[in-house]
């Protein structure tokens, strides 16, 4: 019987320390994860102080790589050049070398200021774009099929503003439509004449060329042509030319 006691009271001996010694390492595991944690939690103090970064800082350095990034030139958004030209008939034409093919629904309007223009004057364009629906742009069509000799016209007042719209052959031999715009009183015709080109492929001498023929009787004077390319209603651009009219 002895020896079937001495084992119970030997193991406890040997089972305390152990006990003892699992319950020390419990703690000390404990203890530095308790230092650990602490040291987690006054981590995203640190990290929340490096989230809230200085506004007029990053104002600057955003305005600072604006400045250093390359700019993209304005490819197409004006005309190479401008000029006029007198045909072997006398005819005179403005001549445009733009790239309008990249702009779908696009026309050209002209007026034209008679002597020196007024310093502080405003010069407006027709937007004819506005008018051109319904039975105008029904005109139209007919006017750029109609190639019968003596060509096609058509006429409308709106606002006391007299619009005629020209279907012929043009200077590049194609059938061409532009609008005659001017005041509906007589006596005030030629103050400021003006004209839009419609359909421009059929003023057009290639891709990046225009060639616009101005009718003799309505720009006979000499004075500044101011001149717009739109797409649709937007306008592409104005550019100003010197007109030498008609003697």
């Not at 403005?94 to 034209?112: D, K, M, Q």
């Not at 629906?133 to 000799?149: F, I, N, P, Q, S």
Request: hydrophobic residues 40%.
């Amino acid at each position: 019987m002895r020896h079937l006691f001495f084992p119970l009271l030997v193991l406890p001996m040997f089972l305390v320390p152990v006990a003892a010694l699992g319950a020390d390492a419990k703690l000390n595991a404990g203890g530095a994860s308790q230092a650990t944690g602490g040291a987690k939690a006054q981590q995203p103090a640190t990290d929340q102080a490096q989230a809230e970064p200085n506004a007029d800082t990053d104002a600057a350095d955003a305005e600072k790589a604006d400045s250093e990034k390359p700019k993209r030139p304005k490819t197409g958004a004006r005309p190479t050049s401008i000029a006029i030209t007198a045909l072997s008939g006398g005819l005179k034409t403005v001549t445009i070398h733009f790239r309008w093919s990249l702009f779908p629904n696009a026309s050209i309007e002209v007026r034209l200021v008679p002597g020196e223009p007024k310093e502080g004057a405003t010069v407006t364009p027709i937007y004819f774009s506005e008018h051109l629906k319904g039975t105008v742009r029904e005109a139209l069509y007919t006017c750029l099929d109609h190639t019968g000799e003596g060509g096609h016209t058509h006429s409308f007042t709106k606002d006391k503003i007299v619009y005629k719209m020209i279907g012929c052959r043009n200077s590049l031999g194609k059938q061409g439509v532009h609008v005659q715009v001017h005041p509906e009183e007589s006596d005030a015709k030629n103050t400021n004449p003006a004209a839009a080109y419609l359909q421009l492929d059929t003023w057009a001498v290639d891709r990046e060329t225009l060639s616009l023929d101005l009718a003799r009787d309505e720009f006979a004077k000499s004075g500044t042509l101011f001149v717009w390319f739109f797409r649709g209603d937007q306008t592409v651009w104005e550019e100003q030319i010197r007109w030498p009219g008609y003697k």
